[in-house]
């Protein structure tokens, strides 16, 4: 049977953190669903379509294993509809702790056959985070190197129209 795993978050947009855990991630699955996992309500910078799109441009392009999508629904439900059984996160500090502790064990009251699966960040991507490059990027600050170009430049793109 074939291990297959979703990875859920905003990534709005998507971060060299974020990059560094699917990488590792497909290592250890054999196919990985990059979900776009979105609440219609609340305001992101980049829409959902500009998410997707950007870590389609980021991504190894001949991987066949990973796949990119969206939803705005139950995330066990999604799991299960794509023949999964794994949701993968990534855990920075311990202040992500609580939080996704919260998360996998009411996940796993929705849906017993779904387990969450965590991997630690790559020290050097410890700090990073969409939203405090999106405040630093906001103001003016380089965030070179923390996110791939095609990002930094989305970003720089964002800010100067904002202005
Ligand atoms: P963020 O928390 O940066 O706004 P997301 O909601 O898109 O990002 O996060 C999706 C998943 O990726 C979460 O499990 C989150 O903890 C993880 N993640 C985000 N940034 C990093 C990072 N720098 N290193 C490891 N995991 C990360």
Redesign the pocket.
Known sequence: MKKIAV??????PI????I??ITRALRMFDELIVLVAYNPVKTSLFTVEERMALIRDVLIRDEQRLHVDCSAGLLVDYVRSRGANVIL????AVS?FEY?FQMALINRRLNRDVETVF?M??YQ??Y????LIKEAASLGGSVKGLVPDAVLAQLQAKYNHQK
């Open positions: 990875y859920p978050g905003s990534f709005d971060t060299n953190g974020h560094d855990i996160r990534g855990l920075r992500d996704e991997l960040t790559g991507w410890f990073t985070s969409s939203n």
